[in-house]
């Protein structure tokens, strides 16, 4: 809940003067505006507080601005809405722009697993034991609160409301509000858990990951990378983590970094060897997924590709001990052959300013609905060799 210094005036003090107020008389008469908290920050003090904070009903946040809020609204200001040309298509790209480009870009495949493994906020686990620890009260108390709407604009709904809220304050404070106690201590006292203390944890982990993730980049690629990502993602799937999309390309461009997508059509599904194959999953392995081996007790290894064409061969030794090297069909990685395919398109681009036909819609649209072959690809991966002065994109 954000309260400014019109809420406070009006709903809490009961003044009903809305004009030309005097924001540090306001505030005064609630808390005291010369603490430490309340001082201004930054090199010059332009980050002070005016007017405003936020509250969830156990911690308080105080909202400090460089200047003060104007009446109106943000009117004017560029929306958070995605534009159509905030990230640019390589393939829109001038063929100069693309010649000056060589020996900088990098390919990446983004995915669920791999690309940005190091971002691990523990969720999962913590929900799981606040679940375990949670006493029946607490949980009795959440689940009489379900029973009325906060968001209600309804004045009668409303104040039911906060009279079902003002019952259930004692026992929701006694077990959430236990931030000076050590975790061990606390799950020793009747199953405590310092909540704000880990979401502030989950939060700066995943900061820390990101500043981690462009730091590895910048020094295997160089400061002066150029990233072209595959355009796919799946913010939301069932029994998926979510591949991150523009979240991830903003972070990225925060960072510095130049970015650029790239059509994915077709990239997952062709040979990047022969380059008129197609490819297919062939691998049966036992399900991943515990809670559907009953159901589904075979599952196809979608990170695991074969190239259709029979002419398509790699030497390979048939056993450990064999010396002698034997043609077998062309195995693939499905994220490796997809950037191998994204280095052809990049490679056509420069050469004739076009995609090469296997990969275009025009040729071959796809199926409705269907936005690419790989729903759950296991692995990310970049064509990049690992020595930056050998790059040949």
């Known amino acids: 809940m954000t309260i400014d210094t019109i809420i406070l005036n009006t709903q809490i003090l009961k003044n009903s003067i809305i004009s030309h107020l005097d924001k540090e008389l306001v505030w005064g008469a609630v808390l005291d505006v010369r603490s430490k908290a309340m001082k201004s920050q930054g090199e010059r003090k332009i980050m002070k507080f005016r007017g405003t904070i936020y509250t969830d009903g156990v911690g308080v946040s105080i909202l400090k601005q460089n200047y003060d809020t104007k009446k109106g609204g943000s009117s004017g200001r560029k929306p958070k ?3 159509a040309d905030e990230f640019q298509y390589i393939e829109k790209l001038g063929k100069e722009d693309l010649l000056t480009d060589v020996g900088k870009c990098v390919l990446i495949d983004p995915d669920r697993r791999d690309l940005l493994f190091s971002i691990e906020t523990k969720s999962r686990r913590f929900r799981k034991l606040r679940n375990n620890l949670k006493r029946d009260k607490v949980i009795a108390a959440e689940l009489s609160l379900t029973h009325s709407k906060p968001s209600t604009v309804n004045k009668d709904k409303f104040v039911d409301y906060l009279q079902e809220r003002a019952k259930v304050i ?26 704000r203390k880990m979401k502030h944890s989950s939060f700066i982990n995943q900061q820390q990951a ?3 993730l462009a730091k590895n980049l910048r020094e295997k690629f160089g400061n002066d990378a150029i990233l072209i990502l595959g355009n796919w993602s799946a ?5 998926h983590e979510p591949i991150r999309g523009v979240g991830m390309r903003r972070m990225l461009a925060k960072e510095g970094f130049q970015v650029y997508l790239l059509d994915e059509f077709r990239t997952s599904s062709l040979c990047p060897s022969c380059q008129n194959g197609e490819l297919e999953t062939f691998k049966k392995v036992q399900s991943p997924r515990p809670y559907q081996r009953e159901k589904y007790p075979i599952a196809d290894r979608h990170g695991l590709l074969r190239c259709k064409n029979q002419q398509c061969l790699k030497a390979v030794t048939s056993t450990i001990e064999a010396t002698d090297k034997v043609p077998l069909r062309r195995l693939w990685n499905r994220d490796m052959a997809a950037t191998l395919n994204f280095r ?3 490679s056509s681009l420069r050469a004739n300013g076009e995609r090469p036909e296997r990969f275009c819609r025009s040729k071959k ?7 690419r072959k790989d729903m759950s690809s296991p692995s990310a991966s970049t064509s990049q060799p690992t020595k930056r002065q050998n790059n040949p994109l």
């Open 81 to 83: 809405s995605i534009e």
């Open 235 to 239: 913010g939301k799937v069932k029994y």
């Open 210 to 212: 990101d500043k981690r």
């Open 365 to 371: 649209p796809l199926s409705t609905g269907s936005k």
């Open 344 to 346: 052809h398109i990049l």
């Open 170 to 195: 004692p026992v929701m404070k006694a077990y959430y509000l236990n931030e000076d106690r050590p975790v061990a201590e606390d799950q020793g006292a009747g199953g405590f858990l310092p909540f």
